[in-house]
T-cell receptor, first 115, second 112 residues
Framework: GAVVSQHPSRVICKSGTSVKIECRSL??????MFWYRQFPKQSLMLMAT?????????EQGVEKDKFLINHASLTLSTLTVTSAHPEDSSFYIC???????????FGSGTRLTVV | GENVEQHPSTLSVQEGDSAVIKCTYS??????FPWYKQELGKGPQLIID?????GEKKDQRIAVTLNKTAKHFSLHITETQPEDSAVYFC???????????FGRGTSLIVHP
């Protein structure tokens, strides 16, 4: 089945620094990947849709200059949290869909802690 | 847009009992309904899905039912085990490239 790999699983960074999270589709090509943010005991909040070879589409209220998304190939999307602050601490999850499927496969998530 | 309501938010059962989680959706054009299981600290994993041309689907101890007329679908877990404890999310989408809308999740706790 479709496998999505996400790294790192956990990261702790200092305020003001930037953190990059990678999302790879291992056995399929994904023209579109999605980035979600999840607060404790809450549902998945879609942040942006990452499109291969073009700019990402951000949901309302998500700062595109803070959450930089790059989808340089059909198997890799990255989310960079720039100038991180403690309020950016959260669980970030990516997902992707194989073109011949309706189902979305999620990565294992990244726990970001900004100190 | 689509709106998905999920109930209950928390469900506590004894090992061996059955568990039922219910979701309703608003967009009659939705035709794909996946269920995800999310264990603590991990990403959601697809456990079962159903399409609008089917009323019920089973996979061992889990089953999903869909009532298109009433616009609701349910997840049924029989003979629950402690390892079934997790957060379960339902979702609805129009399939293909349409982004699914997720419910708010149900925290299932199975007591040994």
């Amino acid at each position: 089945g479709a496998v999505v790999s996400q790294h790192p699983s956990r990261v702790i960074c200092k305020s003001g620094t930037s953190v990059k999270i990678e999302c790879r589709s291992l056995d399929f090509q994904a023209t579109t990947m999605f980035w979600y943010r999840q607060f404790p005991k809450q549902s998945l909040m879609l942040m942006a849709t990452s499109n291969e070879g073009s700019k990402a589409t951000y949901e309302q209220g998500v700062e595109k200059d803070k959450f930089l998304i790059n989808h340089a190939s059909l198997t890799l999307s990255t989310l960079t949290v720039t100038s991180a602050h403690p309020e950016d601490s959260s669980f970030y999850i990516c997902s992707a869909r194989a073109s011949d499927s309706d189902g979305y496969t999620f990565g294992s998530g990244t726990r970001l802690t900004v100190v | 847009g689509e709106n998905v309501e999920q109930h209950p938010s928390t469900l506590s059962v004894q090992e061996g009992d059955s568990a039922v989680i219910k979701c309703t959706y608003s967009d009659s054009a939705s035709n794909y309904f996946p269920w995800y299981k999310q264990e603590l600290g991990k990403g959601p994993q697809l456990i079962i899905d159903i399409r609008s041309n089917v009323g019920e689907k089973k996979d061992q101890r889990i089953a999903v039912t869909l009532n298109k007329t009433a616009k609701h679908f349910s997840l049924h877990i029989t003979e629950t085990q402690p390892e079934d404890s997790a957060v379960y999310f339902c979702a609805a989408s129009k399939g293909g490239s349409y982004i699914p809308t997720f419910g708010r999740g149900t925290s299932l706790i199975v007591h040994p």
